[in-house]
């Protein structure tokens, strides 16, 4: 299923989308009150920002969740900004960021500022918020209760010098440590309280005021008691819900199950400090248990499964249980019982587990059940996608059986130098990043590409027993290449459906250029036995999955090349290179000086090294002069993102 085909199943509610690339990167995180008619704006060509083709160039699919309203996609937003960090945030959203408020308990005289970045300077900062009025406001009432300067350092100071305080303290909007008119410790219990108030635990600060009011009544202090009293009321009367789901600012973690036959998703929505700041999808087939059974054994598996294990848990040992847990399915009791023992124990604290049936709770389930059906109707539909794409593969290429599994195989070297070749493995259309392999080529000759990927198939075969051949092996390149694959299987005694992907050679006609993401050029699909290429039209949906798969393999090859060349200093660089033994390299640094030397030095200037020939220094010369070129082309398609 294209992108453009996708966009049309989204729904018209608010939410937030995000664009992927190939690899399942964020490339960028926007937020709509319409889903559907937003991320088609951007596939149709976009709003006018000239960045927005190059975004679309690079996607290859986009995931949405849904809230329940414009504002809670507004924070949403700013949290999977923060968490995924897409680099076309950073360059198509305007440089104005979303207000928040700034304090520094470490100052002397710590005041709440309002900021539009967040940085990591030791200090707390608050927020986002997404409209200036609310902010206004609600800092207006924070100072009412918590007045704390609001003064520059230099206005401070003058009106120290001064020796009298502005009229903030007038209008009892500031306590006036200008003029020591609040020792320190009265002035880090209002900065305490600030804290308290911004980060949501409202509870936890009436209760401290409570506890102090008392104690100063007792004392008979009655003025400072009546302080607290009002402080008290007026905490009261400011708590509003601002931007968030929950009245309570509590963390939960709320499951939600669609299911369609054995088709089941399960959605998981984060919720911390009252904000949902997160959603997980997890996918299973086959299901043969009730959605009760299913909820059970998956939250178990999800918080309690060692590392390693099974399912959804892998790895689930390291999550941390929230206060509480909101599911759309009620448990029976006995599995109830046992669960919520065990995740008490985890948690060290009781937890609250439950199917809520009204309010705020229920609503937060509502919004995961929704999430969950519009992920499992999406991986329906891309199944049935998938099929017709896997079909049009195995009747236009010839195929023997239906190409679920996909291999394929890229070749990389440096000026001939570090060559390395990579594998990736595609399942029903998408990558399977733990069957991905990488190759040291041990005894092929680094400029040779064909001997290089005879090495790397022959060791393939090698391994068959452990690792089940695929259903079809791509190589990129042309004839050459598939030339070589086939008789390393053919070797083998092995059947094997085989094809190589090459880019169209440029004849000069504007015809053959097609627009795609792995470059401009039409491809060109070759198969064994036969003499000409096959022709796929460029929109096959065919052609652009293994246009897809031939990108991946190659950017996994160039990715560990690269690995390898900034790991390795000029020393074991120079060790790599065939012919340069410990008496030319030291030879090399004893003349030239140093390594940089030798990395800018010409091939005359090398050869005049002695014990270095002429065929040396042309290979040192060769592999230095392609380090600098790689280098400028990384650099130029960072500066093009």
């Not at 493995?425 to 990927?453: T, W």
């Amino acid at each position: 299923m294209t992108l453009a085909e996708h966009v049309e199943s989204l729904p018209t509610s608010a939410g937030v989308y995000l664009f992927k690339d190939s690899s399942g990167g964020v490339l960028y995180v926007g937020k709509a009150q319409n889903l559907r008619n937003r991320v088609r704006q951007y596939v149709s060509g976009g709003d006018g920002r000239f960045r927005i083709p190059a975004l679309m160039d690079r996607a290859t699919d986009v995931d949405v969740l849904v809230t329940l309203t414009v504002k809670d996609a507004l924070l949403l937003e700013n949290e999977l900004i923060k968490q995924h960090k897409p680099v076309f945030n950073v360059r198509l959203r305007d440089d104005k960021q979303y207000l928040a408020l700034r304090l520094d308990a470490r100052e002397t005289w710590p005041r709440i500022t309002t900021v539009r970045r967040f940085r990591r300077d030791g200090a707390e900062y608050f927020g986002p918020y997404t409209s200036s009025i609310e902010l206004k406001e609600s800092l207006g009432d924070l100072r009412r209760i918590f007045p704390l300067r609001s003064c520059s350092e230099g206005v401070f100071k003058d009106y120290r010098r001064r020796g009298r305080p502005c009229i903030e303290y007038e209008m009892k909007r500031c306590v006036g440590p200008c003029c020591d008119l609040v020792d320190e410790a009265g002035y880090a219990e209002l900065v305490h309280g600030t804290l308290l108030f911004l980060r949501g635990r409202s509870r936890e600060l009436v209760e401290e005021l409570g506890a102090r009011m008392e104690a100063a009544a007792a004392g008979e202090r009655f003025e400072e008691a009546a302080r607290l009293r009002d402080r008290i009321a007026a905490v009261d009367r400011t708590l509003e819900r601002q931007q968030i789901v929950s009245e309570r600012p509590v963390d939960r973690d709320v499951f939600a199950l669609a299911r369609e036959g054995g088709e089941v998703e399960l959605q998981v929505l984060h919720v911390r400090e009252g904000r949902v700041m997160g959603a997980e999808g997890f996918a299973f087939s086959d299901v043969r248990i009730d959605d009760g059974e299913v909820m059970g054994s998956f939250l178990g598996q999800y918080y309690i499964a060692e590392p390693g294990g099974a399912g959804a848990g892998s790895g689930g040992a390291g999550r941390r249980v929230p206060r509480e847990i909101l599911t759309s399915e009620a448990l029976e009791k006995e599995e109830f019982q046992a669960l919520s023992g065990l995740l008490g124990e985890r948690s060290e604290a009781p937890v609250a587990l439950r199917a809520p049936q009204r309010g705020d709770p229920r609503r937060l389930v509502e919004l995961a059940a929704r999430n969950a059906e519009l992920a499992l109707a999406r991986r329906l539909e891309e199944r049935s996608s998938v099929e017709s794409t896997l079909e049009e593969l195995r009747e236009r290429c010839a195929l023997g059986r239906l190409p679920r599994r996909i291999e394929c195989y890229d070749v990389s070297n440096l000026g001939g130098q570090l060559p390395v070749a990579s594998r990736v493995v595609f399942e029903d259309g998408r990558p399977e990043k733990a069957l991905y392999r990488r190759y040291r080529i041990r005894e092929a000759r680094g400029g040779d590409d064909y001997d290089c990927l005879r090495e790397v198939l022959r060791r393939r075969v090698a391994r068959r027993e452990r690792e089940p051949l695929p259903d079809l092996l791509m190589v990129d390149g042309g004839r050459g290449q598939l030339a070589v694959a086939s008789a390393i299987f053919d070797d083998a005694g092995i059947e094997l459906d085989q094809i190589g992907i090459a880019k169209e050679r440029d004849l000069g006609s504007a015809s053959l250029r097609v627009k795609r993401g792995g470059g401009l050029k039409a491809e060109r699909l070759f198969r064994p036995g036969r003499a000409n290429p096959l022709s796929l039209p460029p929109s096959s949906r065919g052609l652009l999955l293994l246009q897809r798969v031939r990108d991946e393999s190659h950017r996994f090859a160039i990715e560990y090349q690269r690995q390898l060349r900034l790991k390795l200093s000029l020393t074991s660089i120079l060790e790599e290179l065939p012919g340069i033994g410990p008496g030319k390299r030291r030879a090399l640094l004893r003349q030239l000086g140093s390594l940089r030397r030798i990395r800018e030095a010409g091939e005359e200037e090398l050869a005049a090294v002695t014990g270095v020939s002429r065929r040396d220094a042309q290979t040192i010369h060769a592999f230095f002069r392609a380090v600098r070129e790689d280098s400028g082309k990384e650099e130029g398609a960072g500066q093009g993102e």
